[in-house]
Nanobody, 116 residues
Framework: VQLQASGGGLVQAGGSLRLSCAAS????????MGWYRQAPGKQRELVAA???????NYADSVKGRFAISRASVENTVYLQMNSLKPEDTAVYYC???????????WGQGTQVTVSS
């Protein structure tokens, strides 16, 4: 099983980025999928998550600016990030729990840097 994240980069404050994360090597579609981030010197935190039925939840700090979605056929989860702020700078990781045992897998991380 592999989660491949992409879409990070350098953007100015107020700009937008779209992250993608594709799961491969799986038989069953992922249950919950999500995005986490870790800034230097800080703990990894949940940014947004989406269930297999499409229910979502967001960290308070990104509500109204970020949107998580998924394309079930492609086993891919997206994170549309708008109105980016310097404090959004972090390495962003996707994860997914897969199968009836709900084993959790992580992507490799993609760097998002927001300049002021």
């Amino acid at each position: 099983v592999q989660l491949q994240a992409s879409g990070g980069g350098l953007v100015q404050a107020g700009g937008s980025l779209r992250l993608s994360c594709a799961a491969s090597g799986i038989i069953f579609s992922p249950n919950n999928m999500g995005w986490y981030r870790q800034a230097p010197g800080k703990q990894r935190e949940l940014v947004a998550a989406i269930t297999s039925s499409g229910s979502t939840n967001y960290a308070d700090s990104v509500k109204g600016r970020f949107a998580i979605s998924r394309a079930s056929v492609e086993n891919t989860v997206y994170l549309q990030m708008n109105s980016l702020k310097p404090e959004d700078t972090a390495v962003y990781y996707c994860n997914a729990d897969i199968g009836f045992r709900r084993v959790v897998y992580w992507g490799q991380g993609t760097q998002v840097t927001v300049s002021s």
